[in-house]
DNA sequence: TTCAATTTTTAAATGAATCTAAAATTATTA
DNA sequence: TAATAATTTTAGATTCATTTAAAAATTGAA
């Protein structure tokens, strides 16, 4: 049974591995957890001896397939609890992310299971992101950056990349919401942004920046 | 804010001041917490310190006033998340208390503002236990074991007493069940057990402690 | 390709929460 | 009421997660 500490790490470099990053560091996964090189240093060689990660001294640390099943277990708790939230408790999508990190902790299989009952079986929380299945499965279609696609690109806003930094507050105020139909009307050369239109009607420019953070699908 | 463990000790303390221990002793909270009476002594000092119990050096202890709001927080978050438990996801009142355990201790008042609401504002949890308010208030009837009661009374199961120690099992083994109506028919003198009536129905012999730990109100 | 900068690890401390063992205090009973 | 028993506290260790500071290893740049 992992601690409080260990689940928070081991999801940390879960979700740096899978931003591209391989070979996580030690400084960069002590950033992301707000403590210090020698904290998460102490912590690399512990999830190393329980074989969550794969990691020898100075070379970085990448999830095992064990350490990867554990972080997509605590994922999949986060996320269905962030669905309970929104649609169960009328949280909005920008203040459920604190309750979820304290809620997916909560150790209860029986619980799991129910509340993915309760919810009707949901396949993406509140931000988009797919929620793992009970083995870890993920399945979801393909989907691309709004600033990775060019003009004349049409697709349904599916996610966000990162909802972190109030990214959530400025959509909302924008009037961007997970599900609205985008089309991408120009690229400006000058500074990388976008102009686009939401559901046939309204022209917004988001930022190279924003554009980035957007996850569109067919 | 305290820790899991002063919210733990905290609420004990009032749990066993509530069962008529005046002066909670070391050694009792060291046994219901299932720790040793050293940690249980450092720990009395820690929240006289903060100035949740009243304490002194092989006096016992009592909560004060804000140790007593305090706990009856914890409390009414526990018996919320007990009746989420039971309504929402189908457990059954006997599987509920361990995972209540854990939920008690999410931080964010606006989850249990929600949740409260969500629920309906329940008065009551699964085991008839009354829902403290937002400001620590507790109404309810007055509630008597059916121990206590002489043959001839009639009354209404409220609640049970302790539900450990797989009571509530035994209760579904019988047939019992909160709300049921049951008539006190006999106490037997040689051990003092009760024959009872239930739903004017069935009728069941229950031992001393069993009459002891069902509460009835009229 | 060597040496300076950066990163990472190790060493030594700290604060919780726990333990065991011993000392202090209170309670009991002969 | 004085000795013994029981309870409670203190003292000293341990484990976990953290820190700061120093040492070691790696990287990269002149």
Redesign the interface.
């Known amino acids: 049974m992992l601690s409080l500490s260990e689940e928070n790490y081991l999801k940390a470099i879960y979700h740096l591995s899978e931003q591209g990053k391989t070979n996580v560091s030690t400084n960069l996964l002590a950033e992301h957890m707000g403590t210090k090189a020698a904290s998460a240093s102490d912590m690399l060689k512990k999830l190393s001896q329980k074989e969550l990660i794969d990691y020898g001294r100075y070379q970085g640390a990448n999830v095992s397939e064990s350490g990867k099943k554990m972080a997509l277990q605590i994922i999949r708790k986060h996320r269905l609890w962030e669905v309970f939230?929104v649609e169960?408790?009328?949280?909005n999508w920008n203040?459920v992310h604190?309750?979820a990190e304290?809620?997916e902790h909560?150790?209860?299989p029986?619980?799991i299971k129910?509340?993915d009952?309760?919810l009707n079986f949901p396949k993406k929380d509140p931000h988009g992101s797919p929620i793992p299945d009970e083995h870890g499965e993920i399945k979801e279609k393909p989907q691309f950056p709004l600033a990775e696609k060019p003009p004349g690109f049409e697709g349904l806003v599916v996610a966000v990349k990162d909802p972190g930094n109030h990214f959530l507050e400025y959509l909302d105020k924008i009037g961007i919401y997970l599900g609205a139909k985008l089309k991408i009307v120009d690229r400006i050369t000058f500074d990388g942004s976008s102009e686009v239109i939401i559901d046939n009607k309204k022209t917004l420019f988001l930022s190279k920046e924003a554009g980035a953070n957007i996850l569109l699908s067919e």
């Open positions: 939230l169960k408790l009328k949280f203040e604190e309750v304290q809620l909560i150790k209860s029986l619980l129910r509340l009952e309760f």
